[in-house]
T-cell receptor, first 109, second 114 residues
Framework: EDQVTQSPEALRLQEGESSSLNCSYT??????LFWYRQDPGKGPEFLFT???AGEEKEKERLKATLTKKESFLHITAPKPEDSATYLC??????????FGKGTMLLVSP | DSGVTQTPKHLITATGQRVTLRCSPR?????VYWYQQSLDQGLQFLIQ???????AKGNILERFSAQQFPDLHSELNLSSLELGDSALYFC?????????????FGPGTRLLVL
């Protein structure tokens, strides 16, 4: 059974204080690892897809990396508008997505 | 805006009732997915349809059913509702199997069962 564990559950940062969110996974035959951002009461917003170990993708202050066992979402110099819950999901073979429970990020001014 | 639309945005109903949630996928997407999100469970996959056919089933209760119509919109039917069914229900769409599988989510329907 595919498993996704995200840590920490919650993270509070000061504006400008860089940090990383972790997503550990157990899956047979990873087809893709996905990062989403979710604001309260809204639908998840797609951020990145990573397909193979060593791959990296960047978007503004966010950078996602992938190893064979985990993925990191690095947030550089965050701003209050980066506050949200960040969700990680894995896809194995042609199966559907398995989501982690997310990391709730709060960035204070 | 992901291009996925869901109606209604909010739904308040009583235990034992039946409701229907509607989803229209992004233009060109053939796959539709339904998810349930509650505070303690996170995002749970319910069911997937591809071009009108059921393709995958997750943790969907027997009281719940779905279908995808020829115009590719989908409906999720929830019956004999219980208090524990209160949750956010999301629809997502993707191009389809064999191609890029990124799922794009709609804004959700918040269901409250009283």
């Amino acid at each position: 059974e595919d498993q996704v564990t995200q840590s920490p559950e919650a993270l509070r940062l000061q504006e400008g204080e860089s940090s990383s969110l972790n997503c550990s996974y157990t899956v047979s035959g990873l087809r893709g690892l996905f990062w989403y951002r979710q604001d309260p009461g809204k639908g998840p917003e797609f951020l990145f897809t990573l397909y193979s170990a060593g791959e990296e993708k960047e978007k503004e202050r966010l950078k996602a990396t992938l190893t064979k066992k985990e993925s990191f979402l690095h947030i550089t110099a965050p701003k209050p508008e980066d506050s949200a819950t960040y969700l990680c999901a894995v896809q194995a073979g042609y199966s559907t997505l398995t989501f982690g429970k997310g990391t709730m990020l709060l960035v204070s001014p | 805006d992901s291009g996925v639309t869901q109606t209604p945005k909010h739904l308040i109903t009583a235990t034992g009732q039946r409701v229907t949630l509607r989803c229209s996928p992004r233009s060109g997407d053939l796959s539709v997915y339904w998810y349930q999100q509650s505070l303690d469970q996170g995002l749970q996959f319910l069911i997937q349809y591809y071009n009108g056919e059921e393709r995958a089933k997750g943790n969907i209760l027997e009281r719940f059913s779905a279908q995808q119509f020829p115009d590719l919109h989908s409906e999720l039917n929830l019956s004999s509702l219980e208090l524990g069914d209160s949750a956010l229900y999301f629809c997502a769409s993707s191009v389809g199997p064999g191609t890029q599988e990124t799922q794009y989510f709609g804004p959700g329907t918040r269901l409250l069962v009283l």
